[in-house]
């Protein structure tokens, strides 16, 4: 399990075997706010390239809620 903070956001990547590949869940935390959580939509045939994908996949979750936000539109 690893941590990451991005944009006032604590991203947690929880990788597991599958197989003989990886897949890797990520969980989005922001102080006060529900908590989302997902995996990208394939496996890997590395663990450290499952982190980075569901890293880049929750990463790009948050910058679309900021980008919502900025045009108006509620999330």
């Not at 989005?28 to 045939?45: M, N």
Request: net charge negative; proline share 5%.
């Amino acid at each position: 399990m690893s941590l990451h903070d991005y944009k006032g956001h604590h991203i947690t990547l929880i990788p597991s075997p599958e197989g003989s590949m990886w897949a890797c869940q990520y969980v989005i935390r922001q102080p006060g706010k529900t908590e989302v959580d997902g995996f990208p939509d394939r496996t890997y045939f590395s663990r450290e390239e499952a982190e980075s994908a569901a890293l880049a996949r929750a990463k790009w979750l948050i910058d679309e809620s900021h980008t919502n936000k900025d045009r108006g539109v509620k999330t």
